[in-house]
């Protein structure tokens, strides 16, 4: 989650593991008093067009799962007398 504050909004971004933005919502100030809440004339920050495109950052391929803990399970093992 990614957060862009803004004294009149603030943006919270959903963004997965691979860097892809998923959701975008914008919230804005309510009064303290229950009373309606008050849209800021201008543009909203949520008003960017979402992205669908995967970032341009080259991808590693993924690891092979369980690969991690087996390699650290052979660790302790070797560490044992």
């Known amino acids: 989650m990614d957060l862009t504050l803004k004294k009149e909004e603030i943006m919270i971004e959903a963004i997965s593991h691979g860097g892809q933005l998923r959701s975008r919502t914008c919230v804005h100030q309510r009064p303290r008093d229950g009373g309606r809440v008050k849209v800021p004339d201008g543009p909203s920050m949520c008003d960017q067009v979402l992205s669908t495109e995967?970032?341009?950052?080259?991808?590693?391929?993924?690891?092979?799962?369980?690969?991690?803990?087996?390699q650290q399970q052979q660790q302790q093992q070797q560490q044992l007398p």
């Open 54 to 70: 995967p970032p341009d950052t080259p991808t590693s391929p993924a690891p092979t799962p369980g690969t991690a803990v087996e």
